[in-house]
């Protein structure tokens, strides 16, 4: 098995750079996820790692081992494509097999390696079938169980799920999540879903125009965001933001309309006046009657989920939305008001997205 250390790591197509400069560390068995919307980066630099692409300066190293001149088939890594990438004239049995026989290795060995990646993945009837003839989460766990059975130091996966629908996407997240904790193999995943990298991650690497914006556990991305950027890319649905101006020792939301007083140690350094964006989790959000303190809004949409409701209203021309119980049974164009607890809220600056406090 292996770490992967990567320093001042950079990659450019033609004039334009698309990672500048990345160092990251990734331990020895450990599940990471590279995480971001589309052209970050994340899959470009996966593809680095596997030696599909080549690098423009910096370091890479798998172990101790600097990989930078280093052929993908010598890298021992294996990855799993978003499109499969099975060979439609073989079967599930000889597609998993094909790379063992390639380097030489003899029949009982790959059947022996074969037969037991079909039994962790729950693909044994399907060995004789082609792929044609099977469901995409069956190819999907073909693609995997031809990646297991080389026994890599590395596993990467390039937004695997993808092609799968939304119940099947599950059941397969769950699965490598489970694979990761059998195989002990260092995993690196790439997904532009949060949902997929909060549930199976050991940590996140949320990235932005090739740019590391935090690295760290699914608790700590979500709870104590590095900025802005990553506050409203991480949770479903995402962080609220709030506009607000900091004036005498209180946040003045919305116009003014709610003042928040913040404790002494939660209280921005910044000057009078500063413009400051306020954000709020929807769970964090509550609602109160038409009369009651707080901000007054009007329901535009509710979405009940069954646990929980999803309550939308509009405030300073924005669109919000708040968790709430469905024991609240909210209706469309019910009057409320908005109620925020400081000791929930995230503080950002206005003019950069940098944390405040």
């Not at 001149?69 to 998993?96: C, K």
């Not at 002494?264 to 413009?275: D, K, L, M």
Request: with cysteine.
């Amino acid at each position: 098995m292996a770490a992967i250390r990567m320093q001042g790591l950079v990659k450019r197509y033609g004039d334009v750079t698309v990672i500048p400069s990345l160092d990251l560390e990734i331990h020895d068995k450990e599940f990471v996820v590279f995480v971001g919307p589309s052209g970050c980066g994340k899959s470009t630099l996966l593809r680095v790692i596997a030696g599909l692409e080549p690098m423009h300066g910096g370091d890479l190293f798998i172990g101790d081992t600097r990989v930078n001149d280093i052929a993908p088939a010598q890298r021992d890594i294996a990855m799993v494509f978003q499109d499969y990438a099975l060979y439609p004239h073989m079967t599930v049995y000889d597609n998993m097999g094909f790379g063992l026989e390639m380097r030489g290795m003899g029949k009982a060995e790959i059947d022996q390696r074969v037969k037991r990646a079909a039994g962790m993945l729950k693909i044994e009837p399907y060995l004789q079938r082609k792929p044609k003839a099977l469901s995409g989460g069956q190819r999907q766990r073909v693609a995997m169980g031809r990646a297991m059975v080389r026994n890599p130091k590395v596993f990467l996966f390039d937004e695997p799920l993808s092609n799968l629908d939304a119940k099947l996407r599950g059941e397969v997240r769950t699965e490598i999540k489970a694979l990761s904790q059998q195989l002990q193999t260092t995993m690196i995943f790439v997904t532009h879903d949060q949902v997929e990298a909060m549930t199976m991650a050991d940590r996140i690497v949320v990235l932005k125009d090739g740019v590391i914006q935090q690295v760290g556990t699914p608790q700590e991305v979500y709870s104590q965001p590095a900025n802005q950027f990553v506050a409203s890319f991480m949770g479903s649905p995402p962080m609220n933001f709030f506009h607000a101006n900091w004036r005498d020792g209180a946040l003045r939301v919305a116009n003014a309309e709610h003042v928040l007083a913040l404790p002494a140690e939660r209280q921005p350094a910044v000057a009078q006046s500063s413009a400051i964006h306020v954000g709020v989790r929807p769970e964090d959000l509550g609602l109160g009657p038409a009369e009651g303190p707080g901000l007054p809004i009007t329901v535009t949409v509710v979405e009940p989920l069954g646990s929980d409701t999803l309550v939308y209203f509009e405030l300073d021309g924005q669109r919000h939305v708040a968790r709430v119980s469905p024991k609240l049974a909210p209706r469309t164009g019910d009057k409320a008001t908005l109620i925020m607890d400081a000791a929930t809220v995230h503080l950002f600056s206005a003019q950069d997205g940098r944390v405040l406090g």
